[in-house]
């Protein structure tokens, strides 16, 4: 669970960061698009003025020359020498006739000028003035910067023009085309009727684009940035400026996924920088998570073997160092010592004779296999009660068990801590005595018929009892033979008349 919602946090950071850099970048490029177009505004205005200054001088030139042809095609001569912003000069009269013009290939001197933005220039009688994209009489779109001329009378006698080609090559297409990005970003010029001036492609230029929302705004003298989405691409970044000279304007294009074409690999860093952090992270997690389940572990190794009793002493050293695993431990603890004593009461009763308290023949098995090992001579003693069913019979077998306690009784007291007193069923009883010969054995026996048969029982009176006497290893090669020889030993006293002992 920590290992998933650290990859949830990571993936959240790194969306996070992903949008933090998309809004960024977008915001960005915005701001570069927008200097950008502000930048190709001033350049094209500074070109344009510096045209029409040197329009201007020549005209003034002219005027002051009393407007002598010669003199006229001497000052468009010079013009064309000392400037390259120029396609074509020409000088034009108050009525549109051509009088002059350097070079005379594309203007034919005696023609008048015709287009509709060509004869707007013969309105502007008061300073210099520009025409937007027209066609030229090749069919070339130009675009014509115009000064007036004034006769020495002060009327208006014409101005002087110099033609800017807008396709193939020019002063100005050749300064613009160096300004373009090589990343799919663009710019375009248009004039005051919204029609465009300049492009890239230059087949587009001639064709309106009056109607779109950033020709617009450019056209109101407004500058600024805008999102335009469309369904070819993610959308493009459109800044616009306006250039004040003519009452031209600076369009801008920038594709948005240009604008992000980096950001996967800002992404990658961000990722790259935080892989330490992120590996630390994990490595903490990791020690921790085996830190913290630790304890457990252990514990749900000693749940899983209550029933070893080894387990009780190692889980008293298992370190639980934080609360829960406290309480399970503790838990465990209590359960374990319950379990341990109710195994030991199984353990008990499953070796105890119920009524008298007295191992019974699987508690005599085990104490056998005990002495087995460590004792060295094991006297057996065998007794039976004499005329027990008659006991029962006429007394009932309540008070016949009432006989067998008392029986039990008197044999433990003459009986040894170490001497083992079983129960085999009925009325039958076995004594070991370990470390005992045959003739300690005898005297047992005789010292334990002699205290039964002196004993007076509640409702019965008295109760004598026929004993057989072995020794191990005297009779027999091992206790289970010896036990053996003393049963065989019994029922010789129960032949001979009972209430009496053998020996085997």
Same mark, same amino acid.
């Given at each position: 669970m920590?290992?998933?919602?650290?990859i949830?946090?990571?993936?959240?950071?790194?969306?996070a960061?992903?949008?933090? %850099?998309?809004?960024?970048?977008?915001?960005?490029?915005?701001d570069?698009?927008? #200097?950008?177009?502000?930048?190709l505004?001033q350049?094209?205005?500074?070109?344009?003025?510096?045209?029409?200054?040197?329009?201007?001088?020549?005209?003034?030139?002219? @005027?002051?020359?009393?407007?002598?042809?010669?003199?006229?095609?001497?000052?468009?001569?010079?013009?064309?020498?000392?400037?390259?912003?120029?396609?074509?000069?020409?000088?034009?009269d108050?009525?549109?006739?051509i009088?002059?013009a350097?070079?005379?290939?594309?203007?034919?001197?005696?023609?008048?000028? %015709?287009a509709?933005?060509?004869?707007?220039?013969?309105? *502007?009688k008061?300073?210099?003035?520009i025409?937007g994209?027209?066609?030229g009489?090749?069919?070339q779109?130009?675009?014509?910067?115009?000064?007036?001329?004034?006769?020495?009378?002060?009327?208006?006698?014409?101005?002087?023009?110099?033609?800017?080609?807008?396709?193939g090559?020019s002063?100005?297409?050749?300064?613009?085309?160096?300004?373009h990005?090589?990343?799919?970003?663009?710019?375009?010029?248009? #004039?005051?009727k919204?029609t465009?001036?300049y492009?890239?492609?230059?087949?587009l230029?001639?064709l309106?684009?009056?109607?779109?929302?950033?020709v617009?705004?450019?056209?109101?003298?407004?500058?600024?940035?805008?999102?335009? #989405? #469309?369904?070819?691409?993610?959308?493009q970044?459109?800044?616009?400026?306006?250039?004040?000279?003519?009452?031209?304007?600076?369009?801008?294009?920038?594709?948005?996924?240009?604008?992000?074409?980096?950001?996967?690999?800002?992404?990658?860093?961000?990722?790259?920088?935080?892989?330490?952090?992120?590996?630390?992270?994990?490595?903490?997690?990791?020690?921790?998570?085996?830190?913290?389940?630790?304890?457990l572990?252990?514990? *749900?190794?000693?749940?899983?073997?209550?029933?070893?009793?080894?387990?009780?002493?190692?889980?008293?050293?298992i370190?639980?160092?934080?609360?829960?695993?406290?309480?399970?431990?503790? @838990?465990?603890?209590?359960?374990?010592?319950?379990?341990?004593?109710?195994?030991?009461?199984?353990?008990?009763?499953?070796s105890?004779?119920?009524?008298?308290?007295?191992?019974?023949?699987?508690?005599?098995?085990?104490?056998?296999?005990?002495l087995?090992?460590?004792?060295?001579?094991?006297?057996?003693?065998?007794?039976?009660?004499?005329?027990?069913?008659?006991?029962?019979?006429?007394?009932?077998?309540?008070?016949?068990?009432?006989?067998?306690?008392?029986?039990?009784?008197?044999?433990? *007291?003459?009986?040894?801590?170490?001497?083992?007193?079983?129960?085999?069923?009925?009325?039958?009883?076995?004594i070991?005595?370990?470390?005992?010969?045959i003739?300690?054995?005898?005297?047992?026996?005789?010292?334990?018929?002699?205290?039964?048969?002196?004993?007076?029982?509640?409702?019965?009176?008295?109760?004598?009892?026929?004993?057989?006497v072995?020794?191990?290893?005297?009779?027999?090669?091992?206790?289970?033979e010896?036990?053996v020889?003393?049963?065989?030993?019994?029922y010789r006293a129960?032949?001979?008349?009972?209430?009496?002992?053998?020996?085997?």
């Open positions: 920590c290992l998933f919602f650290v949830v946090a990571v993936g959240n950071s790194l969306h960061a992903y949008r933090v %850099q998309h809004g960024l970048l977008l915001q960005h490029s915005a570069t698009n927008r #200097d950008y177009a502000g930048r505004a350049l094209a205005d500074s070109f344009l003025r510096k045209s029409a200054q040197a329009i201007e001088a020549a005209a003034l030139d002219v @005027a002051e020359s009393g407007l002598d042809p010669a003199v006229i095609r001497k000052e468009l001569d010079q013009l064309a020498s000392i400037t390259d912003a120029f396609n074509t000069i020409i000088a034009v108050s009525s549109g006739k009088t002059a350097r070079p005379e290939s594309e203007f034919s001197v005696g023609a008048g000028l %015709q509709f933005q060509a004869r707007q220039l013969l309105d *502007a008061e300073a210099t003035a025409s994209a027209l066609k009489p090749g069919g779109w130009l675009s014509i910067i115009a000064h007036p001329i004034f006769s020495p009378h002060g009327s208006y006698a014409g101005f002087v023009g110099g033609a800017v080609h807008l396709q090559s002063a100005l297409q050749n300064a613009l085309d160096q300004l990005y090589q990343d799919g970003s663009y710019f375009y010029i248009v #004039d005051e919204g465009i001036a492009h890239p492609n230059q087949r230029i001639g309106s684009l009056k109607d779109t929302q950033p617009q705004m450019v056209l109101r003298g407004q500058a600024g940035t805008q999102r335009v #989405d #469309d369904t070819d691409s993610h959308g970044l459109v800044s616009y400026a306006p250039i004040s000279f003519a009452n031209w304007g600076v369009v801008t294009h920038r594709p948005i996924e240009v604008a992000l074409s980096n950001i996967a690999e800002l992404l990658l860093k961000t990722f790259y920088y935080s892989l330490p952090l992120l590996g630390i992270s994990l490595l903490a997690i990791w020690w921790l998570s085996r830190f913290i389940a630790f304890p572990r252990e514990l *749900a190794e000693v749940a899983a073997n209550m029933d070893d009793r080894a387990n009780f002493s190692r889980i008293c050293f370190k639980s160092w934080y609360v829960e695993a406290a309480m399970i431990q503790k @838990a465990l603890m209590h359960s374990f010592s319950a379990v341990s004593s109710r195994i030991r009461k199984l353990r008990v009763d499953g105890t004779d119920p009524l008298t308290g007295l191992i019974n023949r699987r508690g005599l098995d085990i104490a056998i296999d005990k087995t090992r460590t004792a060295q001579t094991v006297a057996v003693v065998m007794i039976d009660l004499d005329y027990f069913k008659a006991v029962n019979d006429k007394f009932g077998h309540a008070v016949g068990d009432e006989v067998l306690k008392a029986i039990s009784v008197l044999i433990m *007291a003459e009986a040894r801590r170490e001497d083992v007193v079983a129960r085999m069923g009925g009325e039958e009883f076995v070991l005595l370990p470390e005992t010969d003739e300690a054995a005898m005297r047992f026996a005789e010292r334990l018929q002699s205290t039964i048969e002196r004993a007076s029982f509640d409702n019965v009176g008295r109760v004598t009892i026929s004993l057989g072995a020794c191990y290893p005297t009779h027999g090669d091992d206790i289970h010896s036990l020889r003393a049963d065989a030993a019994l129960k032949a001979a008349g009972r209430n009496c002992l053998r020996m085997a």
